[in-house]
């Protein structure tokens, strides 16, 4: 049986290889098609990714204690490099840290306030179930805007990222001992 600990860090490690996979279908796309109001929530690719940024920072920091004062649709980088980066530095920063807690952290509750400034409580590992699922609800609002605009369709399940790690971990053996 997996644990809560173990769970997690592989559904971080995926966040972060399915992000890469659309980054990768989007960096195809002008600045201004990723930019352009697409009728999504945080309205464009360029704003959802942002969102991203912004609820990784939100629940990080409320995770580590110290909470964040962000703003849910907040533009915190309006170049697309610069933040692709920052999503990337920011998933690794989330899987790092949670790897440094003991396993029964996982088991704990975490108490902070919403955006809306309301006290919640909630088990850790539904905060890290909303979390990783947050994430794929918005990839997948983006990869189909992407998609219309001409954009390859990025395969993102977690079943190819399992089989992609399989595949590293078979070529990792293969040149070990070749």
């Not at 002008?30 to 969102?51: M, P, Q, V």
């Not at 915190?76 to 920052?86: M, N, P, V």
């Not at 909303?130 to 189909?144: C, K, L, P």
Request: contains cysteine.
């Amino acid at each position: 049986m997996i644990s809560w600990k173990n769970h997690f860090l592989y559904q971080v490690d995926y966040q972060h290889w399915a992000n890469d996979k659309l980054f990768e279908s989007c960096d195809k796309l002008s600045d201004e098609a990723r930019k352009r109001d697409a009728g999504l929530f945080f309205k464009s690719i360029h704003g959802t990714a942002n969102h991203l940024l912004v609820v990784n920072l939100l629940w990080l920091g409320r995770l580590q204690g110290e909470p964040k004062d962000y703003r849910l649709n907040q533009q915190i980088f309006e170049d697309w490099r610069e933040l692709k980066t920052a999503l990337k530095q920011t998933v690794r920063q989330t899987q790092h840290w949670l790897q440094a807690q003991p396993p029964e952290y996982f088991e704990g509750e975490l108490a902070y306030r919403t955006v809306a400034g309301l006290e919640q409580r909630d088990w850790i590992h539904d905060v890290l179930t909303h979390f990783v699922t947050h994430y794929a609800h918005h990839r997948g609002q983006i990869s189909g805007i992407a998609t219309q605009l001409g954009a390859p369709a990025p395969e993102m399940d977690f079943i190819y990222y399992r089989r992609d790690m399989q595949d590293s971990v078979a070529k990792a053996g293969i040149a070990a001992n070749g």
